[in-house]
């Protein structure tokens, strides 16, 4: 077991998971480095220790451990943190891995869903679908409910159902002070507000209860890929899609994206709907797990090959009122046309979102981008070593071309999109809410137990 008098709270963390040797990884353990499951290798990180609990009490017993020992605890369900913040994002936290959660049930009666924080989107598509149900959420299926279901949860049923997070009606959290409590809408409202869109720096959630709806069961997707060499035509191409999704009697059964690289312009989407035409690029689905898929999804896939890369992502929200003017998307296209990336490995996706996300008020839960209509997630990749500076300017400076046909305009960001540069990632994040987000932190964990670099902190 290494040199067990070298970290602190070591028994203590042991007894926590019943002194089983295979639920804790200690930092002096032998090829400790090798367990340390890094997302993005361009930020590496070094717990001292990690956990893999069994049950809530156990999270409890080293929540508990942890404060005694004065360490910081951050929760980790799928990994997909783009600055590795499930692992706590800086050396020395405890890790509470919560693979383990895989609890899962469907009430017959009112199609509640219960089920384990540590459930991946794959594995709950497939869960639910079982009994002809479906949430909206994302479409990687690697992705963990313990974040994705907390930080937001876009995807392309969010128009008509809304975000992941919205479909929480109940959760199960462990507190700073290793309670466990059940939030929601009569319980807990204080929690629940902070755990629906901030829950990395409130506490741990290990069980979520959803509303579901009855699955599609026929949609049409669609892709059309434009090769173009010519600044021009991408912007009149880009031009032409953005009047499309900002057209305010637009179906909330259409989902679109448009991917921009240095391949050219992909645009694809769906319909969830029968199909009406006979398109060549169109394809007819009547399964929910062909719905869901996404071709920005799949580029990605393909660029990384599902293993850690050294990365670096942005993303920026657009309102009605702040869409990409006609002369800033020729800008935009001017500047990523002649700009040094870095790398050859890049590109920028642009999500088409708002309807029923836009129905919920910017102050119901923590998760602030209620009136964004338009994501924005540029992502540039270093297959050979870490991300260069040159590659870093190009994504700021992408950012600001945009920004600079709106002076003034809070554009945000997605708290799912890490950013580990960003001058004041709270307020990016969390906008508005942020004031109620700090006085619940003083409340539930004034000495800031629940930690990453970027998460909520008290009041000063």
């Given at each position: 077991?290494?040199?067990?008098?070298?970290?602190?709270?070591h028994?203590?963390?042991?007894?926590?998971?019943?002194?089983?040797?295979?639920?804790?990884?200690?930092?002096?353990?032998?090829?400790?480095?090798?367990?340390?499951?890094l997302y993005?290798?361009?930020?590496?990180?070094?717990?001292?220790?990690?956990?893999?609990?069994?049950?809530?009490?156990q999270?409890?017993?080293?929540?508990?451990?942890?404060v005694?020992?004065?360490?910081k605890?951050?929760?980790?369900?799928?990994?997909?943190?783009?600055?590795?913040y499930?692992?706590g994002?800086?050396?020395?936290a405890?890790?509470?891995?919560?693979?383990?959660?895989?609890q899962?049930?469907?009430?017959?009666?009112?199609?509640?869903?219960?089920?384990g924080?540590?459930?991946?989107?794959?594995?709950?598509?497939?869960?639910?679908?079982?009994?002809?149900?479906?949430?909206?959420h994302?479409?990687?299926?690697?992705?963990?409910m313990?974040?994705?279901?907390?930080?937001?949860?876009?995807?392309?049923?969010?128009r008509?159902?809304?975000?992941a997070?919205?479909?929480?009606?109940?959760?199960?959290?462990?507190?700073?002070?290793s309670?466990?409590?059940?939030?929601?809408?009569?319980?807990?409202?204080?929690?629940?507000f902070?755990?629906?869109?901030?829950?990395?720096g409130?506490?741990?959630?290990?069980?979520?209860k959803?509303?579901?709806?009855?699955a599609p069961?026929?949609?049409?997707?669609?892709?059309?890929?434009?090769?173009?060499?010519?600044?021009?035509?991408?912007?009149?191409l880009?031009?032409?899609?953005q009047?499309?999704?900002?057209?305010?009697?637009?179906?909330?059964?259409?989902?679109?994206?448009?991917?921009i690289?240095?391949?050219?312009?992909l645009?694809?989407?769906?319909?969830?709907?029968?199909?009406?035409?006979?398109?060549?690029?169109i394809?007819?689905?009547?399964?929910?797990m062909?719905?869901?898929?996404?071709?920005?999804?799949?580029?990605?896939?393909?660029?990384?090959g599902?293993?850690?890369?050294?990365f670096?992502?942005?993303?920026?929200?657009?309102?009605?009122?702040n869409?990409?003017p006609?002369?800033?998307?020729?800008?935009?296209?001017?500047?990523?046309?002649?700009?040094?990336?870095g790398?050859l490995?890049?590109?920028?996706?642009?999500?088409?979102?708002?309807?029923a996300?836009?129905?919920?008020?910017?102050?119901?839960t923590a998760?602030a981008?209620?009136?964004?209509?338009?994501?924005?997630?540029?992502?540039a990749?270093?297959?050979?070593?870490p991300?260069?500076?040159?590659t870093k300017?190009?994504?700021?400076?992408?950012?600001?071309?945009?920004?600079?046909?709106?002076?003034?305009?809070?554009?945000?960001?997605y708290?799912?999109?890490?950013?580990?540069?960003?001058?004041d990632?709270?307020?990016?994040?969390w906008?508005?809410?942020?004031?109620?987000?700090?006085t619940i932190?003083?409340?539930i964990d004034?000495?800031?137990?629940?930690?990453?670099p970027?998460?909520?902190r008290?009041?000063?």
């Amino acid at each position: 077991m290494g040199t067990i008098q070298s970290i602190p709270g070591h028994d203590c963390l042991l007894a926590a998971v019943g002194y089983d040797a295979s639920l804790v990884t200690f930092r002096t353990d032998a090829f400790f480095a090798s367990h340390i499951p890094l997302y993005n290798l361009n930020i590496p990180v070094y717990p001292v220790v990690l956990t893999y609990p069994k049950t809530t009490d156990q999270v409890a017993d080293i929540v508990s451990c942890s404060v005694d020992n004065g360490y910081k605890v951050q929760a980790r369900s799928g990994g997909h943190s783009y600055a590795n913040y499930g692992l706590g994002g800086s050396n020395g936290a405890v890790v509470v891995d919560l693979k383990s959660f895989q609890q899962f049930s469907v009430d017959p009666d009112t199609h509640i869903a219960t089920i384990g924080a540590g459930t991946l989107l794959g594995d709950l598509q497939t869960r639910l679908d079982h009994g002809g149900r479906a949430v909206a959420h994302g479409t990687c299926p690697q992705v963990g409910m313990g974040g994705h279901f907390t930080i937001g949860g876009l995807g392309p049923m969010s128009r008509e159902w809304g975000m992941a997070l919205d479909h929480v009606v109940e959760a199960e959290v462990v507190l700073a002070n290793s309670t466990v409590i059940r939030a929601s809408d009569s319980h807990n409202q204080d929690v629940f507000f902070a755990i629906k869109g901030a829950a990395a720096g409130f506490g741990i959630v290990t069980e979520f209860k959803l509303r579901t709806h009855e699955a599609p069961r026929e949609a049409v997707q669609y892709s059309f890929t434009w090769n173009l060499g010519n600044t021009a035509e991408k912007s009149k191409l880009f031009k032409d899609w953005q009047r499309l999704i900002s057209s305010e009697n637009l179906s909330r059964k259409f989902a679109t994206e448009l991917v921009i690289s240095g391949a050219g312009v992909l645009i694809s989407g769906t319909y969830f709907g029968p199909r009406e035409d006979n398109s060549a690029n169109i394809v007819s689905l009547t399964d929910w797990m062909g719905m869901v898929g996404s071709g920005a999804e799949t580029l990605m896939v393909s660029v990384v090959g599902g293993i850690p890369v050294p990365f670096y992502a942005k993303s920026m929200s657009f309102t009605p009122e702040n869409l990409i003017p006609d002369d800033g998307v020729d800008a935009m296209f001017e500047y990523m046309d002649r700009t040094d990336k870095g790398t050859l490995t890049w590109f920028v996706i642009f999500d088409l979102e708002g309807g029923a996300t836009n129905d919920v008020p910017t102050n119901a839960t923590a998760y602030a981008h209620r009136e964004a209509i338009m994501w924005m997630q540029s992502y540039a990749v270093n297959l050979f070593g870490p991300i260069s500076k040159t590659t870093k300017e190009f994504l700021n400076g992408l950012n600001a071309v945009i920004a600079s046909y709106h002076p003034g305009a809070d554009f945000g960001a997605y708290p799912g999109y890490v950013d580990p540069y960003l001058d004041d990632p709270q307020r990016a994040y969390w906008g508005t809410n942020l004031p109620k987000l700090r006085t619940i932190k003083a409340d539930i964990d004034p000495h800031d137990v629940f930690h990453n670099p970027q998460s909520v902190r008290r009041p000063t």
